[in-house]
């Protein structure tokens, strides 16, 4: 079993900042692919950024430019960097991770979502 567990999310300002974090734990052999998904309410859940181990990072159009990805690797953890936010940037973020286990079965996991809202 792998469990991701997401922190970092709030209520913050029109034009504000904040850093959503994610550690992967579990039987884990490798990591292939971390990142963030988000869904607001009514709308379906869309891909917001990921990042492959030793790939560029993916970027959805609607995020460019204000929002940044990392990895930390020898952590099993990955963040998201959230700048110049948008009231329209409000939804539950979810941590994404696409995971080769110690059985050697691919994995594609979720963390538990953590509520980011932007007020204008």
């Known amino acids: 079993q792998v469990q991701l567990v997401e922190s970092g999310g709030g209520l913050v300002q029109d034009g504000g900042s904040l850093r959503l974090s994610c550690v992967a734990s579990?039987?884990?052999?490798?990591?292939?692919?971390m990142g963030w998904y988000r869904q607001a309410p009514g709308k379906k859940r869309e891909l917001v950024a990921t990042k492959i181990s030793g790939g560029s990072p993916y970027y959805a159009d609607s995020v460019k430019g204000r929002f940044v990805i990392s990895r930390e690797d020898d952590k099993n953890t990955v963040y998201l960097q959230m700048n110049s936010l948008k009231p329209e940037d409000t939804a539950v973020y979810y941590c994404?991770?696409?995971?080769?286990?110690?059985?050697?079965?691919?994995?594609?996991?979720w963390g538990q979502g953590t509520q980011v809202t932007v007020s204008s």
């Open positions: 994404n991770a696409e995971v080769r286990t110690t059985t050697w079965q691919t994995l594609d996991s």
């Open positions: 579990g039987s884990m052999l490798r990591i292939n692919s």
